[in-house]
């Protein structure tokens, strides 16, 4: 199942895709949590805290600035700049995938 939360700044989207992310995860599915926003907040949403979060997003800015190496594909930045977040979601601060694995 994929699920992509959209719509207009500041209506909520963050909050209900970090509620509706640990609640799947809780109900023993398997989640990743993708964050392309401008401003990635969904760490913050889903606990995991505005160190990890920062972190997460300098190398998404590292990358960004060409500072760091794009992964060339979607299980390597998973593994290379995702982070675990409570209740069994995995987060990952996204700027581009280059080809992602269908499914």
Do not use: C, Y
């Amino acid at each position: 199942m994929k699920i992509a939360v959209a719509g207009k700044g500041g209506v909520g989207k963050t909050t209900v895709s970090g509620t509706l992310a640990r609640a799947l995860a809780r109900s023993g599915h398997q989640v990743l949590a993708l964050d392309g926003d401008v401003n990635p907040m969904l760490g913050i949403s889903l606990g995991v805290g505005p160190e990890e979060t920062d972190r997460l997003v300098a190398a998404r800015q590292a990358l960004d600035g060409g500072r760091l190496g794009h992964e060339p594909t979607a299980a390597g930045l998973v593994d290379k700049f995702g982070t675990d977040a409570p209740d069994g979601v995995r987060l990952v601060v996204v700027s581009r995938i280059d080809e992602a694995d269908p499914g």
